[in-house]
């Protein structure tokens, strides 16, 4: 098997260690993977900040960036759930809707990748902590992710899963609504956080990086007793 990996900005520019190890479990699955250095943004930014005419010259760059009929693996339900439902919003050229059509077969999450592609969910990893996981709005909503995160998570060694109440509510991120309606995002991100602590937990998990640096940045400021990690950096912990 050959897959090509799509590493969203969002991680290539703040968290490249997470991009690393998801490197990292591929060769230890003896994956085999290409990187296109020449990818870039897919667009969802732009989109939900509402520039859709000029997200559409982005989104087909993507596509040119890759134009194999494989597999597209990614560390992001949310890039992922927009590639793959939002294009038709911008365009309804045939060669456009055609091109999205392959797009949307083969572009899939990790964890996703992992448990249905796979059908592996144990990866011999070590975490000796106490955890909690975030659903991201767009992971749940947009792509239909919820179980497959926590099945990779109970098989991880040390490691102990407590669900936090509301764990599929909103963090308060939303992209530039966090600037926008700065006091709502606030307060939201407020009772995810405090959601969490009540858990006991010491770390706050999710699938997407942009969430996690909204809570980690409230984290921080507060200089609270819990920390933020992708489930990628749990996942390669221990070998």
Known sequence: MIIDLFIPCFIDQFYPDTAHNVVKILKKLDIEFFYNPDQTCCGQPSFNSGYWKETLPITLKF???FPNDRLIVSPSASCTGFLKNYLPEMS????????????????????DFLVNHLKIDDLGAEFNAKVTYHDACTALRE???KTEPRQLLS????????EMNESDVCCGFGGTFSIKMKPISIAMVEQKVQ???????????STEASCLMNIEGYIKRNKLPI??????????SGY
């Open 63 to 65: 596509m040119k960036d």
């Open 92 to 111: 309804n050229e045939e060669s456009y809707l055609n091109e999205h059509a392959r797009l949307k077969r083969n572009l899939t999450e990790f964890t």
């Open 143 to 145: 792509y239909g992710l």
């Open 155 to 162: 098989k991880v060694k040390g490691l102990e899963l407590i």
């Open 195 to 205: 959601n969490a602590l009540e858990t006991g937990a010491e770390y706050i998990v």
């Open 227 to 236: 920390k933020a990690i992708h489930i990628v950096d749990i996942l390669a």
